[in-house]
């Protein structure tokens, strides 16, 4: 088993900046691929972005690419989402997973691990 919890989000004004964390415990953070979904109200949960376990790989759905960054501290079982020049549109839940590896985590996400979520709203 593996424990998630996010921590970071909050209120923000559109082109601003926030951090997400995401903490984890349990089984070796290390060995899985570490990655963000949002939800919106009325959407779909969303595949945003992963890290694969080295952190030498990481993938971004092209709506956040050039504005969102992944990145992990193995040392301290912790993931980011740095999120910059914030949209309305990136309004949501973000929940961070974990998963085997960052294919797995996009196309099996019932078999992901999930944390409770954290709310991100972004004015404009």
């Known amino acids: 088993q593996v424990q998630l919890v996010e921590s970071g989000g909050g209120l923000v004004q559109a082109g601003g900046s926030l951090r997400l964390s995401c903490a984890a415990s349990?089984?070796?953070?290390?060995?899985?691929?570490m990655g963000w979904f949002r939800q919106a109200p009325g959407k779909e949960r969303e595949f945003v972005g992963a890290?694969?376990?080295?952190?030498?790989?990481?993938y971004n759905v092209d709506s956040v690419k050039g504005r969102f960054t992944i990145s992990r501290d193995n040392a301290k079982n912790t993931v980011y989402l740095q999120m910059n020049s914030l949209k309305p549109e990136d309004t949501a839940v973000y929940y961070c997973a974990a998963a085997f590896s960052i294919q797995s985590m996009g196309v099996m996400p019932r078999e992901n691990y999930w944390g409770q979520g954290t709310q991100v709203t972004v004015s404009s």
């Open positions: 349990g089984r070796s953070f290390s060995r899985n691929a």
């Open positions: 890290i694969s376990w080295s952190g030498e790989s990481t």
